[in-house]
């Protein structure tokens, strides 16, 4: 293997050694000052001068006139914005501004950071990240698509010559599918969204694995290929049963998520190290952009002005993975499309 390559392992097992340190508590929900304002906005209504005429709760949490659904305005209930979340939201921002004037710095609330809504979106750059991902992945699919069905050759039964045509159609599926999601759940976390976001999340890195294995190691023979993807995606299924039906657990989805993320760049980087193809440079060049993504996942920072955090950069940082990613998989199909047609001469 060249020095690049063990260069590039050494830097891949560097960011998997901090997968290890368990998620810390979150210090907002322990401040005084915090609860105290919680506590009088469930009585009141208010936060401040700031007054909320649909939320009126006693301290337990129970609404004093019914359900909140039934006292929320129509462009409220939309937006999924009941009493409770607008008093954490509100209680945490005047928390924060007293910290500010005091020289603190942002600490986060019920395990996310301080963000300013922008329009009712809760987290406004990772939503705007995360639907420019949508559409990178929907441009790299498409273009991938016409590839292969209109200006390559194609077998007499009208099939591609690409081996792993179908399993990228379902990478592409899966990915849309999970920016979607993503760019949902940023807009407003209620647990159905948290869900779909996490299973869709776990659900496209277990599938890449698979995909990466399967194309590393050029598994063509379709009972071998079941033989690989079946024990993955039990293990995969598993866990999102386990997040959806007995604990939405963010600390152990992520561990999942980036330990299946750096295996998966470890075999594309000694693929890389060892293989002739000619678009190899594109795989060292998603990597290096793969490992920067996860040391933004790991070094967790507060959002600069209540919007842009390490979460929101790992989305903006994956934009232009994606358009690496698929201009490498068009490539491929190309080269193996070639390959395959001077083999048959």
């Known amino acids: 293997m060249n020095q690049i390559a063990r260069s590039h392992l050494i830097m891949l097992f560097f960011a998997l050694s901090f997968l290890l340190p368990s998620l810390e508590a979150s ?35 129970k609404p004093i006139d019914g359900p909140w659904y039934l006292q929320e305005p129509l462009y409220q209930k939309w937006k999924q914005w009941d009493c409770r979340s607008d008093c954490r939201y509100h209680c945490m921002i005047a928390r924060e501004e007293q910290r500010w004037k005091l020289g603190g710095k942002p600490i986060k609330y019920h395990g996310k950071w301080p963000f300013q809504r922008v329009y009712a979106i809760q987290e406004p750059a990772a939503v705007a990240f995360s639907a420019i991902s949508l559409a990178i992945q929907f441009h790299g699919w498409l273009s991938f698509f016409i590839l292969l069905n209109y200006k390559l050759p194609l077998r007499p039964d009208k099939k591609t010559y ?40 776990v659900a496209l ?42 604990k939405l657990d963010y600390g ?67 934009i232009p993975l994606a358009y690496i990613c698929w201009s490498f998989v068009r490539d491929d199909a190309v080269f193996r499309t070639s390959t395959l047609l001077n083999k048959m001469k």
């Not at 159609?169 to 209620?190: E, G, K, P, Q």
């Not at 990466?212 to 993955?232: G, K, N, Q, Y």
């Not at 790991?298 to 600069?304: K, L, M, V």
Request: charge should be negative.
């Open 205 to 246: 890195v277990g599938f890449s694995f698979i995909l990466t294995i399967l194309r590393t190691f050029e598994v063509r023979d379709e009972a071998s290929r079941v033989m690989v993807a079946a024990p993955l995606i039990a293990f995969v299924m598993t866990h999102i049963l386990y997040l959806n039906f007995y």
């Open 252 to 318: 152990l989805n992520t561990k999942v998520c980036m330990a299946m993320g750096v295996a998966n760049l470890l075999i594309w980087g000694v693929w890389a190290g060892i293989t002739s193809h000619p678009s190899r440079w594109k795989v060292w060049l998603f990597n290096v952009g793969g490992t920067i993504a996860l040391l933004l996942e790991i070094y967790d920072f507060p959002p600069y002005k209540g919007i842009i955090d390490a979460h929101a950069l790992w989305h903006a940082a994956n």
């Open 27 to 61: 210090e907002g929900d322990a401040d005084p000052i915090y609860k105290t304002c919680l506590e009088d906005c469930e009585k009141s209504g208010c936060v401040g001068e700031m007054c909320f005429q649909h939320c009126k709760f006693f301290s337990d949490g």
């Open 162 to 201: 690409y081996e792993y045509t179908g399993l990228f159609h379902i990478y592409a599926i899966l990915a849309m599918n999970f920016w979607f999601w993503s760019a949902v759940c940023h807009t407003r976390d209620v647990e159905l969204t948290e869900k779909l976001d996490y299973s869709s999340a």
